[in-house]
């Protein structure tokens, strides 16, 4: 049964920081392409980051230079280290892997607030 699990999301105030984790299991993590996907109220889905299987990264246009996407195959994980937060940030994110097939997260909440 496969399985990705987020955490890290929260409340954070504009200008702030937090790192969101994804654990996966039961696939064979190192083959999958990961990305975190968001979505806002009353918005669709929108991809945020991915990195391939071969460590390649790709950001959307609105948080390159503030997001990070990283992964460590040893543990399984996934991680998307998110700066400089703005109000528009915040949403549902959601983690995803890849291959033929989609797998996606419950999704962890962040809100960024003053």
């Known amino acids: 049964q496969v399985q990705l699990v987020e955490s890290g999301g929260g409340l954070v105030q504009p200008g702030g920081s937090l790192r969101l984790s994804c654990a996966a299991s039961?696939?064979?993590?190192?083959?999958?392409?990961m990305g975190w996907y968001r979505q806002a109220p009353g918005k669709q889905r929108e991809l945020v980051a991915v990195?391939?299987?071969?460590?390649?990264?790709n950001y959307a246009d609105s948080v390159k230079g503030r997001f990070t996407i990283s992964r460590d195959n040893a543990k399984n994980t996934v991680y998307l280290q998110m700066s400089s937060l703005k109000l528009e940030d915040t949403a549902v994110y959601y983690c995803n892997g890849r291959r033929i097939k989609d797998y996606w997260g419950q999704g962890t909440q962040v809100t960024v607030s003053t």
């Open positions: 039961g696939i064979i993590f190192s083959i999958y392409a």
């Open positions: 990195i391939t299987s071969g460590g390649s990264t």
